[in-house]
């Protein structure tokens, strides 16, 4: 069964102080590991996709980066807009069908 | 583009009375999905289409039916609402030309009393 962990539940961060967000997983078959983000009320937003080992992506503060068992969103010098839950997913199957983890959300203060 | 839209927004529904949650793309995406998402629980596959006239069931089938009769819509019916399906639900489509991401629209939230 693919399983998906997303640590930590929460994350509160001043504005300018870097982090990252983990997700840990285990599928068969790989068919990309996913980041969206979700505004409360709102559907979750794609970010990026990974498909292998030492692959990363970026996206203004923004960087994810894969291995064989994780990955991680950093978030550089993050700002209040960047307030919201990270979603991460993991697909699987010939229709990439997606499991979830539980999400992190973030909150950046002033 | 207008995406991935749902209809409607909000609803309420007394047990053991129907509805069908609309779901439609302008994308042309031929992989349609349904989602519900729980606090707590992350989002849960109900059932999915690999295109016009084909389902199939995901990870929460029961008390759901899908159809697809075209490309551009995915309606999710509930027979027999019942608390346990108090939630919201989202759905999705992709590509599977271009990637294997998934766009998602803005969700129903559905309340069962």
């Known amino acids: 069964e693919d399983q998906v962990t997303q640590s930590p539940e929460a994350l509160r961060l001043q504005e300018g102080e870097s982090s990252s967000l983990n997700c840990s997983y285990t599928?068969?078959?790989?068919?990309?590991l996913f980041w969206y983000r979700q505004d409360p009320g709102k559907g979750p937003e794609f970010l990026f996709t990974?498909?292998?080992a030492g692959e990363e992506k970026e996206k203004e503060r923004l960087k994810a980066t894969l291995t064989k068992k994780e990955s991680f969103l950093h978030i550089t010098a993050p700002k209040p807009e960047d307030s919201a839950t990270y979603l991460c997913a993991v697909g699987a199957g010939t229709a990439s069908k997606l499991t979830f983890g539980t999400g992190t959300r973030l909150q950046v203060t002033l | 583009n207008a995406g991935v839209t749902q209809t409607p927004k909000f609803r309420i529904l007394k047990i053991g009375q129907s509805m069908t949650l609309q779901c439609t793309q302008d994308m042309n995406h031929n992989y349609m999905y349904w989602y519900r998402q729980d606090p707590g629980m992350g989002l849960k596959l109900i059932y999915y289409?690999?295109?016009?006239?084909?389902?199939d069931k995901g990870e929460v089938p029961n008390g759901y039916n899908v159809s697809r009769s075209t490309t551009e819509d995915f309606p999710l019916r509930l027979e027999l609402a019942a608390p346990s399906q108090t939630s919201v639900y989202f759905c999705?489509?992709?590509?599977?030309?271009?990637?294997?991401?998934?766009?998602f629209g803005p969700g129903t939230r559905l309340t069962v009393t």
């Open positions: 999705a489509s992709r590509d599977p030309t271009s990637g294997n991401e998934q766009y």
């Open positions: 599928v068969s078959g790989l068919r990309g």
């Open positions: 990974l498909y292998s």
């Open positions: 289409s690999v295109g016009a006239g084909i389902t």
